[in-house]
């Protein structure tokens, strides 16, 4: 207050904090915001404020990144109804899959269900993505005029761990003979490339 000479009666207004947080982080606010007023008597006084809880906020969002760097945009975590607590919990589910810009495909790194607790303020919590392993399933199909020429054939790939974008060099067989008798062989001869997707059939 200032200065020392005044008298009681006298009235002084002043404005309570706007927020006040608790011992285990929860914030409140004035019941009635705004400016308040106090009378001066002939002895210290304190007055009482009602706060309230301040209600939660319900934008949140997570961020799918991979090696910490953002992968895409944020995306919305849903969140039913309006009148939401401070510390209530909200149940997500991060996307199952993520393509990038160059094609590749991540998943998360901890699949299933995941929570979220609301504060006062709107957030974005972060989920870790990581490459998905490349599939070693591929083949070539063999045509004619494009038509299928029997099955597809297996295209052989050594080892498990694969990463998508990888190279695999593979040699069609070099005749194929049809249901008539008739042989064919490859228009182009010699060894091809198929690179590695999620899911891959060489045509």
Excluded: C
């Amino acid at each position: 207050m200032d200065g020392d000479n005044h008298r009681q009666g006298e009235s002084v207004n002043y404005t309570p904090e706007s927020e006040i947080r608790d011992q285990d982080g929860k914030v409140y606010v004035p019941k009635d915001a705004g400016s308040k007023t106090v009378t001066l008597k002939d002895v210290p006084q304190t007055v009482e404020v009602e706060y309230v809880e301040k209600p939660a906020s319900t934008k949140v969002s997570y961020q799918p990144k991979v090696g910490g760097a953002p992968l895409g945009e944020a995306k919305v975590i849903p969140v039913d109804g309006d009148n939401h607590r401070q510390g209530e919990s909200v149940n997500y589910t991060p996307e199952s899959e993520i393509r990038d810009q160059d094609g590749k495909v991540y998943v998360p790194k901890d699949a299933g269900s995941k929570t979220v607790t609301l504060k006062d303020v709107p957030q974005t919590v972060e989920v870790e993505y990581v490459e998905k392993p490349a599939s070693t399933k591929v083949s070539y199909q063999p045509k004619v005029g494009g038509a299928p020429l029997g099955e597809a054939k297996v295209i052989p790939v050594d080892g498990d761990n694969h990463r998508q974008g990888e190279s695999v060099n593979y040699t069609p067989e070099s005749e194929i003979r049809d249901q008539d008798g008739k042989v064919y062989v490859p228009k182009d001869a010699g060894s091809k490339t198929v690179t590695f997707k999620k899911t891959y059939h060489k045509q």
